[in-house]
């Protein structure tokens, strides 16, 4: 469970990088969240972009993907959401608070 702090860090850290992950009218597929899987793993912290034709709101899925891959909610702003969940892979850059 992330504090205030740390949320606050991972959202500064969050609007300095692109969305990596567009979700279309499809929705949260097995699809797109096999990539935010091998995103989280690689990165540890995703910004994931909502088109306007989807058809939950960025924070319904926010939530979703959050529970499917025992990941934390960082934020949801307009139509992006963010993720974060510690890496176990060696030889990448961990974020540390």
């Known amino acids: 469970m992330l504090n205030s702090k740390q949320r ?6 969050a609007s ?3 969305a990596t992950t567009i979700m279309g009218k499809d929705g949260l597929t097995e699809t797109v969240l096999a990539q935010i899987d091998r995103e989280l793993t690689a990165r540890e912290l995703v910004k994931v ?3 306007e034709n989807a058809e939950e709101t960025a924070k319904d899925y926010l939530i979703q993907a959050a529970d499917a891959l025992k990941a ?12 974060y969940r510690r890496s176990n892979k060696q030889g990448i ?3 540390e608070f």
């Open 72 to 83: 934390e909610q960082v934020c949801h702003i307009g139509k992006k959401f963010v993720l």
């Open 49 to 51: 972009s909502v088109l």
């Open 16 to 18: 300095t990088i692109q």
């Open 93 to 95: 850059k961990h974020i």
């Open 8 to 13: 606050a860090k991972l959202r500064s850290i």
